[in-house]
């Protein structure tokens, strides 16, 4: 005779590893070819579970331009999920939060700070801002990273 509980476990499992297999995030990443620390970036997604798409590009400020990336938010790569950009080295977990963000055009890390995903320089770690563009136009703090 089967064991009850067992089958229920296994069954639990299989459905719930079948729901988190669905949910996975896909992003396109649009980058220059000779740029290093973008294909660190895209390591730092995978690690977290994002599957990444890698677009090099020619013309990284047309890219930026056509998915409507301010200037003032601009860093060296340039990620689209689920319409929505993702500008610079923001961590995967902000990625994984801006699906759950209606309001958002996208988000930006500007520049590239030291202590961002894949910017490390050892210790030093600079403060720095992930900024949502809202679809009203206007600019929001969605996380601060010491």
């Known amino acids: 005779m089967k064991n009850p509980l067992r ?12 729901a988190n297999a669905a ?18 970036w895209i390591s730092h ?15 990284m400020s047309r890219v930026k331009q056509e998915l409507g990336v301010q200037p003032r938010l601009a ?3 340039t990620g689209v999920i689920n319409g929505k ?19 958002l055009k996208g988000i930006a890390v500007p520049g590239m700070p030291m ?5 490390e320089m050892g210790d030093r770690k600079d403060a720095f801002q992930v900024i949502g563009l809202r679809n009203d136009g206007r600019d929001e703090v969605v996380a601060e990273y010491p």
Do not use: W, Y
Not at 7 to 18: R, Y
Not at 45 to 59: P, S, Y
């Open 85 to 103: 950009f993702v500008e610079g080295h923001v961590p995967a977990e902000q990625v994984i939060a801006l699906s759950k963000r209606h309001d």
């Open 7 to 18: 089958i229920f476990a296994l069954s639990t499992l299989f459905i719930t590893s079948f």
């Open 75 to 77: 860093s060296c790569h």
């Open 115 to 119: 202590g961002s995903p894949r910017m």
């Open 45 to 59: 997604l995978q690690a977290n579970g994002i599957k990444v798409n890698d677009h090099v590009e020619d013309d």
């Open 23 to 40: 949910e996975q995030l896909t992003m396109d990443v649009h980058r220059d070819a000779n740029c290093g620390c973008c294909k660190a």
